[in-house]
């Protein structure tokens, strides 16, 4: 750990003392696994506990999502996703099962490869999984809107978008959540402005601050949440501010708004939550596959004991599940949150959480 970490960590401590236990929210996946790596955990104070919030956009995918992707495999699409998506179980397998099956899923890295596939293979139908945040959103616009300009007919959206605001909101209105102060996702921030969270003091009054990614990026904004809730001066404070502006990516807005619009959708482990997603507008509804072509989904209603939704609302660890290290790992994952590579069971056991034994 360099000087200056080891400098934040020691103000950190001196604000801490004396307090109640404190419990961080850093909402997005890319947060915890960098919080992880860097070993910030253990060098906080007892008192100042990290949870894990809901912001892995495949841990919040609904299992009947996955279901109407393989769905479509069967009905002999190309169903073009991100890799982390493979192995998300759905109500009865996954991706990766279907594509062994005979599936034709293909591995992208951006929903503008999908335009080369579909040019590639004029007599098939492509679907792009749309799964994300604001921060991966525009992207997908992006791709409509030049499918749209090249006149491109066989490309498609499977879309389950959403938006992180919401979401808070939601998590701060159930009174099971017991949160002191949010480390705010600095990714999603960059598109909507950090002015888009600011209802979190405003109506809520919840210690919140914008960071970065980086080992002391994620110590200043933690400083900053200490700070706060020291003085009792809550606010939400820019602490990206080489990338992020109050008012966001103005023309990346731009864009989502003129392909999407907001809808009610549901989250996993959360249920549904009020206007919390992107649904495309009408005007580009020849580019949803769920207006074009609908399918049928037999969701199989199985029970397990996983305990994602629980993890996702940060009211259990991932080492209170009753499965994690034994029958979930991420060789055989039961649930998503083990699945990604940003979530936050997969990252408990990969880094060792707070050197938990089992
Ligand atoms: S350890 Fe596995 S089963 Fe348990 S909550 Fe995490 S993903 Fe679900």
Same mark, same amino acid.
């Given at each position: 750990?360099?000087? +200056?970490?080891?400098?934040?960590?020691?103000?950190?401590?001196?604000?801490?003392?004396?307090?109640?236990?404190?419990?961080?929210?850093?909402?997005?996946?890319?947060?915890?696994?960098?919080?992880? =790596? *860097?070993?910030? =955990?253990?060098?906080?104070?007892?008192?100042?506990?990290?949870?894990?919030?809901?912001?892995?956009?495949?841990?919040?995918? &609904?299992?009947? @999502?996955?279901?109407?992707?393989?769905?479509?495999?069967?009905?002999?699409?190309?169903?073009?996703?991100? +890799?982390?998506?493979?192995?998300?179980?759905?109500?009865?397998?996954?991706?990766?099962?279907?594509?062994?099956?005979?599936? %034709?899923?293909?591995?992208? @890295?951006?929903?503008?490869? #999908?335009?080369?596939?579909?040019?590639?293979?004029?007599?098939?139908?492509?679907?792009?999984?749309?799964? +994300?945040?604001?921060?991966?959103? !525009?992207?997908?616009?992006?791709?409509?809107?030049?499918?749209?300009?090249?006149?491109?007919?066989? $490309?498609?959206? $499977?879309?389950?978008?959403?938006?992180?605001?919401?979401?808070?909101?939601? $998590?701060?209105?159930?009174?099971?959540?017991?949160?002191?102060?949010?480390?705010?996702?600095?990714?999603?921030?960059?598109?909507?402005?950090?002015?888009?969270?600011?209802?979190?003091? %405003?109506?809520?009054?919840? !210690? *919140?601050?914008?960071?970065?990614?980086?080992?002391?990026?994620?110590?200043?904004?933690?400083?900053?949440?200490?700070?706060?809730?020291? *003085?009792?001066?809550?606010?939400?404070? &820019?602490? @990206? #501010?080489?990338?992020?502006?109050?008012?966001?990516?103005?023309?990346?807005?731009?864009?989502?708004?003129?392909?999407?619009?907001?809808?009610?959708?549901? /989250?996993?482990?959360?249920?549904?939550?009020?206007?919390?997603?992107?649904?495309?507008?009408?005007?580009?509804?020849?580019? %949803?596959?769920?207006?074009?072509?609908?399918?049928?989904?037999?969701?199989?209603?199985?029970?397990?004991?996983?305990?994602?939704?629980?993890?996702?609302?940060?009211?259990? &660890?991932?080492?209170? #599940?009753?499965?994690?290290?034994?029958?979930?790992?991420?060789?055989?994952?039961?649930?998503?949150?083990?699945?990604?590579?940003?979530?936050?069971?997969?990252? /408990?056991?990969? @880094?060792?959480?707070? &050197?938990?034994? /089992?």
């Amino acid at each position: 750990m360099r000087s +200056g970490h080891v400098a934040l960590v020691k103000r950190i401590e001196t604000l801490a003392k004396g307090k109640k236990k404190l419990r961080l929210m850093e909402v997005c996946g890319t947060h915890t696994v960098a919080i992880f =790596r *860097s070993g910030i =955990r253990q060098v906080l104070p007892e008192n100042v506990e990290l949870v894990s919030g809901p912001g892995c956009p495949v841990c919040v995918t &609904n299992d009947d @999502y996955i279901d109407k992707a393989i769905e479509y495999t069967r009905e002999g699409f190309i169903v073009a996703t991100f +890799g982390d998506m493979l192995k998300v179980p759905g109500s009865r397998s996954s991706l990766a099962e279907a594509q062994a099956e005979g599936g %034709d899923v293909r591995i992208v @890295y951006s929903p503008l490869d #999908c335009v080369r596939l579909a040019k590639e293979n004029p007599r098939a139908k492509v679907i792009f999984l749309a799964v +994300g945040f604001e921060t991966t959103a !525009p992207t997908a616009a992006a791709t409509v809107l030049a499918a749209k300009a090249q006149g491109i007919r066989n $490309l498609f959206m $499977l879309s389950a978008q959403k938006l992180v605001p919401p979401a808070l909101r939601f $998590l701060l209105k159930d009174t099971s959540v017991k949160v002191d102060g949010f480390l705010l996702p600095g990714h999603v921030a960059v598109v909507i402005g950090a002015d888009a969270f600011k209802f979190l003091a %405003d109506e809520f009054k919840i !210690p *919140s601050a914008v960071g970065g990614f980086e080992a002391e990026e994620i110590l200043i904004a933690l400083v900053s949440l200490l700070k706060q809730i020291d *003085s009792g001066r809550v606010e939400v404070t &820019n602490d @990206y #501010c080489s990338v992020v502006k109050a008012e966001g990516n103005v023309a990346a807005q731009k864009i989502l708004a003129q392909v999407y619009e907001v809808a009610d959708v549901s /989250w996993r482990g959360m249920g549904m939550i009020p206007a919390s997603g992107l649904r495309m507008r009408d005007e580009f509804a020849a580019f %949803d596959i769920e207006r074009v072509e609908p399918v049928a989904i037999e969701r199989a209603d199985k029970k397990t004991a996983c305990h994602c939704g629980e993890v996702l609302r940060g009211l259990i &660890n991932p080492i209170e #599940c009753p499965l994690f290290g034994k029958a979930c790992q991420p060789l055989h994952a039961i649930g998503p949150c083990m699945v990604s590579v940003e979530g936050v069971c997969a990252a /408990w056991f990969k @880094y060792g959480g707070n &050197n938990f034994t /089992w």
